[in-house]
Nanobody
């Protein structure tokens, strides 16, 4: 079982930056992918970005060019650098880890961290 803990959220003005962290209780190097999702009030959870075991980093159109996902395997931590933040980025941000072992797929989620973009 892997536990994920997000941190780094907060209140930021439009145009500002935040860096979110997702610390795993176990090794992330064995994960097939790590991802960030977000859920705004009254909306469904949506995918934001992924980093695969091969270091591929696809992004949602809404954040491409402003957000960057990265990881530090030595620290078992994944990051989401968020720049040029907009009010529409306000949401609870969640970290997800996926491990595939044969036909078995295991998914792990964190509890989320609140990001509020407002003047």
């Amino acid at each position: 079982q892997v536990q994920l803990v997000e941190s780094g959220g907060g209140l930021v003005q439009p145009g500002g930056s935040l860096r979110l962290s997702c610390a795993a209780s176990g090794s992330i190097s064995g994960m097939n992918l790590m991802a960030w999702y977000r859920q705004a009030p009254g909306k469904q959870r949506e995918w934001v970005a992924t980093i695969t075991a091969a270091d591929s980093t696809p992004y949602a159109d809404s954040v491409r060019g402003r957000f960057a996902i990265s990881r530090d395997n030595a620290k078992n931590t994944v990051y989401l650098q968020m720049n040029s933040l907009k009010p529409d980025d306000t949401a609870v941000y969640y970290c997800k880890a996926v491990r595939t072992e044969g036909v078995r797929i295991s998914e792990y989620w964190g509890q989320g961290t609140q990001v509020t973009v407002s003047s």
